[in-house]
């Protein structure tokens, strides 16, 4: 994508982007550890940790998934067992797929 575009995201993206960085903040600062030291946790630079914390949703989502383990923010609202099953189940699924998505070449018959 050319520099002079820039990516949008939806309205409920950006919120639980921001909501997801505050919360993040908010459980960094109960634990009275600045910006810098939660970032050497990560192997980041501050100023990522400041972008996650203010709502950029360029931060990598892995980078966002540990800074929540490591505050112990849960995204889930299960406990680890049942993330795991959740994670099973959803392979399990998945294995039953297709491999490959392909539009269907449904006929339209319009002839009245």
Do not use: H, I, W
Not at 4 to 14: E, G
Not at 26 to 38: C, G, H, P
Not at 56 to 71: H, I, N, R, Y
Not at 79 to 85: G, H, K, N, R
């Amino acid at each position: 994508m050319p520099a002079s575009k820039k990516r949008s995201y939806a309205r409920y993206t950006l919120s639980a982007v921001s909501l997801l960085g505050r919360m993040v903040e908010l459980e960094r600062k109960s634990r009275r550890m600045t910006a810098k030291d939660l970032a050497e946790r990560l192997g980041v630079s501050r100023g990522t940790v400041q972008r996650l914390e203010a709502g950029d949703p360029k931060v990598e989502l892995g980078l966002a998934f540990e800074a929540c383990a490591l505050m112990g923010v849960r995204l889930f609202d299960e406990d680890p067992a049942s993330l795991t099953a959740r994670l099973d189940e959803a392979g399990k699924r998945l294995a039953l797929l297709p491999k490959y998505a392909r539009p269907l070449n449904a006929v339209v018959d319009d002839d009245f």
